[in-house]
Each structure stands twice: as structure tokens, then as C-alpha cells.
């Protein structure tokens, strides 16, 4: 375990009091002086880009939301994965689509049950579409929050004035942003 230990001088300062009113002027005094300097009312922060916007973009097309928040690394990222999803969710559906009409095919009057394979295939491969589904949606969520989170911090100041250390004056730790 380590233990820091800040060593310093504590300075007093004493006021002489004659009396009980002497006190309670100097607290009424200071009472109505603030100490901390407050800054000036400047203009009120106004977001550059509009969280808002930025989900409605991307809820009608996957990646404008990114685009609209300048963030165009995004974009193939994107694009590839909603592609894919796309992709193999039709590709999915369509061999089950061709496994569902073979077995109905397969079921006869003499074969009630039709082909347990065709069956198996059938149920396959709409399990598959099924999940693909799933996978887009996650994907669909996932790209509406990322385009909230990025428009939210667009201008969050990421500059490298980050310095930690030891100054060699005193004992003690500093850390600024």
C-alpha cells in the first residue's frame, strides 16, 4: 500500500475582537464579499451538430448520421456491415424459400410427413435468416447510438494538454486537462 504524505504550514491569521459587535461587522462585511471571481457572461454554449439530425439520418439511411457528423472512416464500416447482413438475410430466405417448397413437394398422400432431410433443411436455413434478422437489428441500434454518442461529442475537446507529474518544488501530485 502506499501512503502520501503532504507536508505543508498552516498560517492563522488572528483577528484582535473587543467585543461582540466588533464581530458581527466583520462578518456582515465579508459576508457580502465574494471571493471567487466569476467570469463574465459570454455567449451560451450552442452544439454544432444536432443529436437528433444526426439518429433521423441514420434511421433512414445506415451511415448518413456518421456522414452528416463527419465522420467519414465510418462509412465503409458501415457499409460493409449492413451489407453483409442484407445480403446473407435474402440469401438465407431464399434457400429456405427453395427448401420449403421441396418438401411440400415431397409430402404426398402415401407420405404424410414428406422428407425429414427437406424438413431439417427447411427449418435450417430459416433459423439462419432468422438470426441474420436479429443481427441487423442489433447492427441498426448500434449504428443509431453511435450517431447520437458522435453528434453529442463532436466538439468535445480532445487535445493533448493532458500532463501528469511531479513538480520538483514541492511535494505534491498535479494532474491537469
Known sequence: MITLIFIGEINAQLIDVKSFKDLDLLSSANS?????????????????????????????????????????????IVALAGGYFGYEIIHQNSIFLDFRDQYAASQ?????????????????????????????GIFYLVNLVDAYVDAELYDFDVSDKVRFGLEPSKINLKINF
Not at 427447411?122 to 443481427?135: A, G, L
Open 108 to 136: 404426398s398422400p402415401e407420405n404424410p410427413s414428406g422428407n425429414p432431410l427437406l424438413l431439417t433443411q427447411r427449418d435450417f436455413y430459416r433459423d439462419q435468416r432468422d438470426r441474420f434478422i436479429f443481427y441487423f
Open 32 to 76: 457580502f464579499r465574494d471571493t471567487v471571481k466569476k467570469k463574465s457572461p459570454s455567449k451560451p454554449f450552442v452544439m454544432k451538430k444536432s443529436p437528433l439530425k444526426a439518429v433521423l439520418f441514420s434511421a433512414i439511411l445506415p451511415g448518413a448520421g456518421q456522414f452528416y457528423n463527419e465522420s467519414y472512416w465510418k462509412l465503409p
